[in-house]
Structure formats: C-alpha cells, structure tokens
C-alpha cells in the first residue's frame, strides 16, 4: 500500500498564509490531490494536479487563494494557503490512487481516490 504522509498544518491568522507537505512514495505518477474535512462536515475536494500534463483543478471555495505545487526533485507535493478564511480550518489530507485518474472527477469523489496520509490539521483564529 503506498503510504502518504502530510505535515505543515498549525495555526493561521484569519488572512494569513500556510503550505502544507506531501510525501508520496518514489515515482509516483498518477496523480495527487489535496481535500480537507472540517468537524461534521463531508471530505471537500480542494485541489488535484492531473497525471497527464500537471494541470491543477481547485475548487471555487480556495481558487485563487490556495496554491498546489510538486518539487520535482523529492516528489513532494504542497499546497500554500493564503488569505485563509475561517471556513479553511480543517484536516488536510492529501490523496492519491494506484493507477492515474482524472482530477475532474476524483476532485469531487474522494471515494474514488484509495490512498490515503493521517492528515494534517489546520487551525485559523481571527
């Protein structure tokens, strides 16, 4: 099972900034997204960079605030948040699954997506 492990999380200011980490396995290629959860709420898409050519798909709610990102050489994924609002507090996982996949449907299902880090919590005071 490839095993994925999320850090960066902690306190923000409202309008403040975070970038949260991603490690996947070695060669990983099929794909990554971002989705978060806040308390008694359903598992939210936030972003996914495709397999094919690394197009980013973001949801409306943190387009234009959040950004993902890959460092090439260590395979590690991020997603800086700016301008972060109240409803940005969260748990932030980041997820993938064994064979490519679309981030145009897999943004929206997170049951579509098999892998799975502890992830990492997100906190934002005003």
């Known amino acids: 099972q490839v095993q994925l492990v999320e850090s960066g999380g902690g306190a923000v200011k409202l309008g403040g900034s975070l970038r949260l980490s991603c490690a996947p396995p070695?060669?990983?290629?099929?794909?990554m997204a971002w989705f978060r959860q806040a308390s008694a709420k359903a598992r939210e898409g936030v972003a996914c960079?495709?397999?094919?050519?690394?197009?980013?798909f973001y949801s409306e709610s943190v387009k234009g605030r959040f950004t993902m990102s890959r460092t090439d050489a260590d395979n590690t994924y991020y997603l800086r948040m700016e301008n972060v609002k109240d409803e940005d507090a969260g748990v932030y996982y980041c997820?993938?699954?064994?064979?490519?996949?679309?981030?145009?449907?897999?943004?929206?299902?997170?049951?579509?997506?098999?892998?799975w880090g502890q992830g990492t919590q997100v906190t934002v005071s005003s």
């Open positions: 997820t993938t699954h064994q064979v490519p996949f679309p981030c145009q449907i897999a943004i929206n299902s997170p049951m579509s997506l098999d892998v």
């Open positions: 960079m495709d397999y094919g050519d690394g197009e980013i």
């Open positions: 070695e060669r990983h290629h099929t794909g």
